[in-house]
């Protein structure tokens, strides 16, 4: 089966809900999203302990059309604005209810500052979740990740997931998100 049958297969199980709990689900790669080349080098210890939360705050993003276009978007601004390496995240989730790859596993990203950028995966939600919740299917996604993440060695069995507003001054990851991260059961405060 080719790699874009195979996201189309994981896609449509992300929306009906079938994917296991301990698969990383679909991730979206760097090529298959057509990233910029990173020219980070500094590498996460691992296991990691720590997951940070947060969201884009920009647009939101529905169909993997849609989400490979809010991901350059997103790099774009980080790399050529910001003037960083690369998308300041480790991964990024899409309401299509897929991953796509940032930084990834191995590398630190730039995304809560320099206290915690260097012992945390940074996860951020495409979209503004203040007044809205993402939908289950990105929620499910997300926790795949983590599930995975885990079970691969790449997270600590006891991962903390915090929210970006409890390790920074930041709204983010949004009111509605932030209140649904605090019932997952590897949420602590800080």
Known sequence: MSRRCALLAWALLALLGLGAAQDCGPIVSRREWRALASKCSRRLRQPVRYVVVSHTAGSVCDTPASCLRQAQNVQHYHVRTLGWCDVGYNFLIGEDGLV???????????????????????????????????????????????????????????????????????????????????????????
């Not at 979209?127 to 997270?155: F, V």
């Not at 069995?157 to 932030?178: A, C, I, M, W």
């Open 100 to 190: 796509y790859e940032g930084r990834g596993w191995n590398t630190i990203g730039a995304h809560s500052g320099p206290t915690w950028n260097p012992i945390a995966i940074g996860i951020s939600f495409m979209g503004n979740y203040m007044d809205r919740a993402p939908p289950a299917r990105a929620l499910r996604a997300a926790q795949n990740l983590l599930a995975c993440g885990a079970a691969r060695g790449y997270l600590t069995p006891n991962y903390e997931v915090k929210g970006h507003r409890d390790v920074q001054q930041t709204l983010s990851p949004g009111d509605q998100l932030y209140d649904i991260i605090q019932r997952w059961p590897h949420y602590r405060s800080v």
